[in-house]
């Protein structure tokens, strides 16, 4: 596993994981086209919830620059079915329940929440460009701040 977070320029980590239908995805399935890759740490939790519905307010904005959203947390299909139908989101959202690709990208571990220092996902985005390579990353990222901070790199 990596000891940091990948960086722009680096080739993003490929890896395979399943959705809220349970459909396998993997990163390279979405060469030629741009995708902002999104973790956070639970569904339907105030934060999360922010950062998922900006991104689908946004979603049209980001589909205007040939690219996807994908978001992945530790939480099952199940949760996510109802994430996504309760907050009608457009995009997949895939089960990390084992926390593999929060390892590849270096967005699990310590952190901080109301000044309390615990173990989770660190909420995150990457850009990735049509070739699979990184051209923003955001760690640690406010929720209020993500879905902006994304379009405004895909526009750069």
Excluded at 76 to 85: I, L, M, V
Excluded at 103 to 120: A, F
Aim: contains cysteine; glycine residues 8%; charged residues 25%.
């Amino acid at each position: 596993m990596p000891t940091h977070s990948p960086k722009p320029g680096d080739l993003a980590p490929d890896f395979e994981l399943p959705d809220e239908a349970g459909q396998q995805h993997r990163l390279s399935d979405y060469r030629g086209q741009r995708v902002v890759l999104y973790f956070y740490p639970a569904d339907d939790t105030s934060g999360c919830t922010k950062q998922a519905c900006a991104f689908r307010d946004a979603y049209p904005e980001i589909q205007e620059q040939n690219a996807v959203v994908i978001g992945i947390s530790p939480d099952g299909a199940e949760s996510h079915r109802k994430f996504k139908t309760k907050y009608n989101l457009p995009f997949v959202l895939l089960s990390d329940t084992q926390r593999k690709v929060m390892g590849l990208y270096d967005v699990y571990g310590e952190k901080t929440t109301y000044g309390v220092k615990t173990i989770g996902v660190i909420r995150s985005h990457f850009v990735i460009d049509e070739t699979g390579h990184i051209v923003d990353a955001k760690v640690n990222v406010r929720a209020a701040d993500s879905a902006g901070k994304a379009v405004a790199a895909l526009k750069a």
